[in-house]
Structure formats: structure tokens, C-alpha cells
């Protein structure tokens, strides 16, 4: 398996081709498996359901961005904490867990998801 700093380049690479580049086909060919396991309840399971939704998302959100605030990887899990920017103002504070396979391909995925709120009670922010 890669190093620990390779795993976390690579799953960067995947969000941010899929995400911002809006080549979730790109991403799946490149970066995952043979098989890929999808958790969030609004994404079908499979590489072919992954592309169809971000295909979609990428067409009813155009400049829908994200920035990747902060990476772990411990084994054969990467962890993104990320800053989610859509379209008509909406943000997102976001935490997506990858599963790697042996040659450190994308294999499962699970994702939480919190809209920023407009206050806090706190001055600490979400990242």
C-alpha cells in the first residue's frame, strides 16, 4: 500500500476532480477500485452511481466548489475535513472517510454533512 502521504494526496486529487473539476468519471477511473461502496443515503452504490450523481450535481449546481481545510490518514482510511461552497450562498462544513484498498485505490466511502450556521455561540468558526 502507498505511504500514508501518497494516500491522502490521491483522495484529495479524487474530491477535488470530482468535486470542483466536475470529472467524477475522471475521478472513478483514476482513483478508486474495483468496487466502490457508497454510504450516503442520496448516492446510488457503485462507481457507475457515484458518476451519475455528481454528473448531475454538477450540472443543477455550476461553480459549486471545495476546499479541503484538513487530511488524515491512519491505515487504510483518509479522512477530509472540507469547506463545501454551493451555488446561491449555501456552505457546508463536511467530513468524508475514504477505505483504500491494497494498491491504495478508493474502495468506500461515507460522508457527514453540517450547513454552516448564521450564528454561533462561539468565535471559533467551523475549520
Known amino acids: 500500500m502507498p505511504d500514508l502521504g ?16 466536475c470529472q467524477p468519471a475522471m475521478a472513478i477511473e483514476r482513483f478508486a477500485g474495483d468496487d466502490y461502496i457508497q454510504h450516503n443515503p442520496h448516492v446510488v452504490s457503485g462507481k457507475q452511481g457515484f458518476i451519475d450523481y455528481f454528473e448531475r450535481m454538477a450540472a443543477k449546481y455550476p461553480g459549486k466548489q471545495v476546499k479541503v481545510k484538513r487530511a488524515f490518514a491512519e491505515g487504510d482510511h483518509v479522512i477530509l475535513h472540507c469547506h463545501q461552497i454551493w451555488p446561491g450562498g449555501l456552505e457546508y462544513a463536511g467530513i468524508d472517510i ?11 466511502h461515507w460522508d457527514v454533512l453540517q450547513e454552516l450556521p448564521r450564528s454561533s455561540a462561539n468565535e471559533n468558526g467551523m475549520f
Open 6 to 21: 501518497t494516500r491522502k494526496r490521491d483522495v484529495i486529487a479524487f474530491y477535488e476532480m470530482m468535486f470542483n473539476a
Open 98 to 108: 475514504f477505505r483504500l484498498d491494497a494498491a491504495g485505490k478508493i474502495v468506500e
